[in-house]
């Protein structure tokens, strides 16, 4: 029978499944090392949400073994937007990013699991949807540099500042 248990590594929780009854043990008993457990902020923008392909890009990161942890609905206003994005203030994008990001409801997410932050990004595809192959989220669903459907942390510092941003007051 399979169930899960809780794998805790450091502060955070990672979760693999069992396929025995000879398989109960926990971590600590059995001396096994989960690597590398991450926590990565994905946001489907509106744009995403409009296309209505939020199931088809959730599929693909379940498929890719990682779990939703947080997931909410969040018309994010100009604040949390500034907020999010104040290293590309002054960029000559910045305010049609902002207006994008303002335009309608956007799902946020955290995914966890093992190495999230680099699958979730290999999983989007680079951040220019003309030059993310087929079969990535930004390369299917994309439609240009600044409209490309999906956001994911680019690393641990960043995903938990984002974190904070978006789920800081349900932690
Ligand atoms: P994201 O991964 O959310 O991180 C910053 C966002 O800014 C990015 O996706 C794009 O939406 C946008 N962006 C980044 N670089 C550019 C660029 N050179 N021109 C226009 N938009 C950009």
Redesign the pocket.
Known sequence: MTREVAIYLRTQTCTRKETSENDKKTTQETGEITKNCEKSLI?IKPDGVEKKVVGDIISRFERADLEIERIRVLEINKTIAYSH?SE?EG?P?FER?VNYMTSGPSIIMIIKGENAISKCRSIMGP?DPAKAPSGSIRGDHGSD??F?TI??SDCAENAQREINIFFGNYL
Do not use: A, K
């Open positions: 946001i994005y590309h960029r994008y990013l951040t540099i600044t490309n956001h994911g």
